[in-house]
């Protein structure tokens, strides 16, 4: 893979309630972005995202899997976070790695319970939010109706950039208001023909196209010179200003999509490339101590480990984002937390269990390494010319739920301890300890699915 420069960076998290189809859409994300040629599905247990022995048991995701496509000279990591609340660590996770977020939602159900946890979530992490309405190929789904829950649950800020024309079982077209055009898709989805808007959806594209350069002039004060001088704003200029609403929450897209038949996917990934931040656009990040970090490959090296997971024949893979500089292979750096070196021995871009060889990863990227000595997730890795420098942590969800745990036999207390402690590595939102007074193990988690899964684990 070649070595992208910053400004070719995309990286995106999908979130949402579960079933809305997230892990669906990043399988046509991958295969649109040319790193499969096939689609696999959930129900045949053969997608990249959801490789791991207890999400194929359960089809569905119990944690986030990293992904990436190439697309129109870009690359775009993707974050594939799991639906379901006990698993919202990996969320958080995600979102601190991620530089937007993408919104999944059932266009059959609307806002759900897991919309308004994944929101709060994205609020407190400042991330700017896309929606993605899904689904749209089923009978009982309505997109006015989720636009409607949307715009009350969220504001008037939730904004339309597309409209379905035939949604239900017909769905193949897409009304793209920037565009002005209508997209139509194959009956096995893939790129779209461009089409004409059709006489009697005409005005109300307009409309919309006329509202939502109002909306983008807000943004800016040079914009909205330039919109009352003219009435209106140019490509560029309309660009720059939803681009920067986006960035600052003042706007909220609204696509739409139908993954499971790969209809809309060609149209997101360009809305992705043309208006969403490279990670040098979005604010700087800080230190514990206050230093801003910049989004430039020219500055001494920081980057943050946001995942850990432990794979049979590889052992630990630690999952970072480049803050600041660049990282190289054989490239010498220190723990910012502890002090400890590490060599960075080899660099991937990773695809669930497809892992390609980097030689290089800079600023805003995205990648693996293995075999890292003394260090975890939420540490941080610089080079030695910044070596205390320490990003301000990922702030994960305190323990909800408490249960106590011990070995079927006694002899197995020290199995027991080991594979707690590798749980542990891999979820920071579980923590374990012993309690003197009980004289009992005690794991904390966010639910009970959660420690169930925690169980399955370690038996």
């Not at 929450?249 to 609204?254: C, E, S």
């Not at 920081?302 to 995942?307: E, G, M, R």
């Not at 010498?332 to 497809?354: H, P, T, Y």
Request: proline share 3%; hydrophobic share 40%.
């Amino acid at each position: 893979m070649k070595v992208y420069k910053t400004n070719e960076l995309r990286n995106i998290v999908l979130i949402g309630g579960a079933k809305t189809g997230k892990t669906t859409l990043a399988e046509a994300i991958l295969f649109e972005g040319g790193v499969i040629n096939r689609r696999g599905s959930i129900e045949d247990k053969n997608t990249v995202s959801d490789y791991r022995e207890i999400e194929l048991e359960r089809q569905n995701s119990v944690s986030s899997t990293i992904l990436y496509a190439e697309h129109k000279g870009h690359k775009i990591n993707v974050i594939d976070a799991p639906g379901f609340d006990d698993f919202i660590g990996e969320v958080v996770a995600g979102l601190h790695a991620a530089d937007t977020a993408f919104m999944v939602i059932n266009g059959q159900n609307g806002v759900e319970v897991g919309t308004e946890i994944n929101w709060r979530q994205a609020t407190a992490n400042h991330k700017p939010v896309v929606f993605l309405i899904n689904h749209l190929e089923h009978e009982k789904s309505s997109f006015e109706e989720s636009i409607r829950q949307l715009k009350t649950q969220f504001g008037g800020s939730v904004t339309p950039l597309q409209y379905p024309v035939n949604e239900g079982h017909s769905f193949n077209s897409i009304i793209d208001v920037l565009q002005q055009k209508m997209l139509k898709y194959p009956s096995g989805g893939g790129k779209a023909e461009v089409l004409d808007i059709p006489a009697d959806q005409k005005a109300k594209a307009e409309e919309m196209l006329n509202s939502l350069i109002e909306t983008a002039a807000e943004n800016d004060e040079t914009l909205m010179e330039s919109f009352f001088e003219n009435g209106t704003l140019t490509t560029d200029e309309l660009k720059r200003g939803l681009k920067l609403g986006i960035i600052n929450r003042g706007l909220f897209p609204v696509l739409c999509i139908g993954a499971k038949l790969n209809m809309g996917v060609d149209a997101m990934l360009d809305f992705v490339i043309n208006y969403l931040p490279s990670p040098d656009e979005m604010p700087a990040r800080k230190t514990k101590e206050g230093k801003e970090l910049k989004c430039k490959a020219t500055d001494p090296t920081s980057a943050l480990i946001f995942k850990t997971s432990i794979e049979e024949h590889l052992g630990e893979i630690s999952f970072f984002k480049v803050l600041a500089g660049e990282i190289t292979e054989a490239m010498d750096m220190v723990n910012g937390v502890n002090g400890s070196k590490e060599r960075i021995s080899q660099l991937f871009a990773v695809a669930g269990k497809k892992r390609e060889k980097l030689e290089k990863v800079v600023a805003g990227d995205i990648a693996a390494t293995i075999k890292l000595k003394n260090a975890r997730t939420n540490q941080t890795l610089n080079a030695p010319k910044n070596s205390g420098d320490v990003i301000e942590p990922i702030e994960f969800p305190a323990p909800k739920i408490t249960m106590a745990i011990k070995a079927k036999n006694t002899a197995d207390d020290e199995k027991l301890g080991v594979a707690l402690t590798e749980i542990q590595k891999v979820d920071p939102t579980l923590t374990i300890e012993y309690s003197k007074e009980l004289k009992q193990i005690i794991i904390r988690g966010q639910g009970e699915l959660h420690l169930n899964i925690a169980k399955w684990l370690i038996e």
